[in-house]
């Protein structure tokens, strides 16, 4: 059994009292070690289209967020997947998307992952990432995607080819598309057969934390509250899926 918790948390007008709040919150939950933190899409400023310059980082060892998310990862001694805004230049493009996976006892994440598929006026200044990632954690597979890539099938299914049988969704996703964001993720559940569980912001404006297990049955449905959700995961349970209901060669 692997344990993976849900930060759903709210920004708190600058990085440093988010990056103070979040640790507050996700301590409070004493997760054990070896587990899994997932934190929503651009946690510490909340989704942003046009950013100020000032909010991007480039992705090293002294940025703010990095240094944030490895001391937490060190001091949970878990992996923590989070990132935010980068620092980026070709063209009209000034920023990218960006997620990691922190590893104890490091000082960069082990792997970035950058959002595929840009949403509306994010197209105009955030260049899109380029590849999937996949990353061990226990027993699993894991694949990354932020927020609106879930929109984008084929990608999970280049994954899950790849060996995903877990896919952590980080996201900012409208309220009033609740119903969109249930329904694409419980999708990607069924037909790839993993789990899928969505981290995302707090608040009643905002879609909320939710997972599937690979029959596509909900195992967590969070409420609009700030808090942390642990969810405990199974890998036998996606090999038994598979087993019971072989689908065609992928």
């Given at each position: 059994?692997?344990?993976?918790?849900?930060?759903?948390?709210?920004?708190?007008?600058?990085?440093?009292?988010?990056?103070?709040?979040?640790?507050?919150?996700?301590?409070?939950?004493?997760?054990?070690?070896?587990?899994?933190?997932?934190?929503?899409?651009?946690?510490?400023?909340?989704?942003?289209?046009?950013?100020?310059?000032?909010?991007?980082?480039?992705?090293?060892?002294?940025?703010?967020?990095?240094?944030?998310?490895?001391?937490?990862?060190?001091?949970?001694?878990?992996?923590?997947?989070?990132?935010?805004?980068?620092?980026?230049?070709?063209?009209?493009?000034?920023?990218?998307?960006?997620?990691?996976?922190?590893?104890?006892?490091?000082?960069?994440p082990e792997k970035i992952y950058r959002k595929r598929h840009p949403f509306a006026d994010e197209q105009k200044s955030f260049a899109?990432?380029?590849?999937?990632?996949?990353?061990?954690?226990?027993?699993?597979?894991?694949?990354?995607?932020?927020?609106?890539?879930?929109?984008?099938?084929?990608?999970?299914?280049?994954?899950?080819?790849?060996?995903?049988?877990?896919?952590?969704?980080?996201?900012?996703?409208?309220?009033?598309?609740?119903?969109?964001?249930?329904?694409?993720l419980r999708a990607r559940s069924i037909e790839n057969q993993c789990y899928t569980i969505a981290a995302a912001r707090s608040g009643k404006n905002f879609?909320?934390?939710?997972?599937?297990?690979?029959?596509?049955?909900?195992?967590?449905?969070?409420?609009?509250?700030?808090?942390?959700?642990?969810?405990?995961?199974?890998?036998?349970?996606?090999?038994?899926?598979?087993?019971?209901?072989?689908?065609?060669?992928?």
């Open positions: 059994m692997a344990n993976a918790y849900l930060i759903q948390s709210e920004p708190q007008g600058d990085k440093a009292a988010s990056f103070a709040h979040a640790r507050e919150i996700v301590l409070r939950e004493s997760p054990e070690p070896g587990s899994l933190l997932v934190f929503p899409e651009m946690f510490a400023t909340g989704f942003l289209t046009r950013p100020e310059e000032s909010l991007a980082e480039a992705i090293e060892p002294e940025s703010p967020t990095v240094r944030f998310l490895q001391a937490l990862a060190d001091e949970t001694d878990s992996l923590v997947l989070g990132g935010g805004i980068e620092k980026f230049s070709h063209g009209d493009f000034r920023f990218r998307n960006w997620t990691g996976i922190f590893e104890p006892g490091h000082s960069l899109p990432g380029t590849s999937a990632i996949l990353f061990k954690w226990k027993d699993f597979t894991v694949s990354p995607s932020i927020c609106f890539d879930l929109r984008f099938p084929e990608d999970f299914r280049e994954t899950r080819r790849q060996g995903a049988n877990l896919f952590c969704i980080q996201a900012e996703w409208p309220r009033e598309r609740t119903m969109h964001f249930e329904t694409l879609a909320n934390s939710c997972a599937f297990g690979p029959n596509g049955e909900e195992i967590l449905k969070g409420s609009s509250e700030e808090g942390v959700f642990r969810i405990s995961l199974r890998a036998e349970e996606v090999a038994f899926a598979r087993k019971n209901f072989p689908l065609p060669e992928f």
